[in-house]
């Protein structure tokens, strides 16, 4: 028993069965993505409340579903000491490629990373030289070409770093 009187069971039951119907009704509704311009002028203004925070527009596939090409990512610095398996980073590899791609497990050269998709890690290891940061938040805008103001997103986004949910290398 808890705190409320409700067996634990109970409490998973009820909120695996809410957590259920909101993702029916999620799947249900038309979600309306923001464009590019918005997306980006929120992922900066999320930026600006973090010190050292940085935001990437993705190119790529291997990280989806989490995200692919277009999707913009917030990057928050960590330290290499907080850093636990699963969690999606930015570093930069050996060809010196920004990356966003999902920490697997610590080696003795630093920590693995492998793409959502990828059938092989990356061969370059991550540590405290090469860590930029965690991902923070993940915003997926609509295409470009439904934007109305698309000029004033592309120019925008050109200023944007790139980093790559590509395959490994």
């Known amino acids: 028993m808890t705190r409320t009187g409700l067996r634990p069971s109970f409490l998973l039951l009820a909120l695996t069965l809410t957590l259920g119907l909101v993702r029916a009704n999620a799947a249900e509704a038309e979600i309306d993505f923001p464009g ?8 900066m203004t999320l930026a600006d409340r973090h010190e050292g925070a940085a935001v990437f527009r993705v190119s ?10 277009g999707a913009i990512l917030v990057m ?6 907080r850093l636990r398996p699963g969690m999606v980073v930015v570093y930069r590899n050996r060809l010196g490629e920004t ?10 050269e630093g920590w693995v990373v492998r793409g ?5 890690a990356d061969s370059t290891r991550v540590d405290e ?11 997926h ?7 109305q103001d698309s000029d ?6 050109a200023a944007v770093p790139v980093a790559l949910a590509a395959p490994a290398r």
């Open 60 to 69: 790529g596939t291997s990280m989806l579903p989490f995200f692919g090409d």
């Open 99 to 108: 990356v966003a791609h999902r920490l697997i497990n610590e080696s003795r």
């Open 116 to 120: 959502y998709n990828n059938d092989r």
């Open 141 to 147: 805008p609509r295409n470009l070409d439904s934007d």
């Open 152 to 157: 004033r997103a592309r120019e925008a986004l």
């Open 36 to 43: 590019q311009s918005t997306a980006l002028e929120d992922a």
């Open 129 to 139: 030289k090469n860590l930029r940061g965690v991902v923070y938040a993940i915003l």
């Open 76 to 81: 928050k610095p960590i330290p290499p000491e």
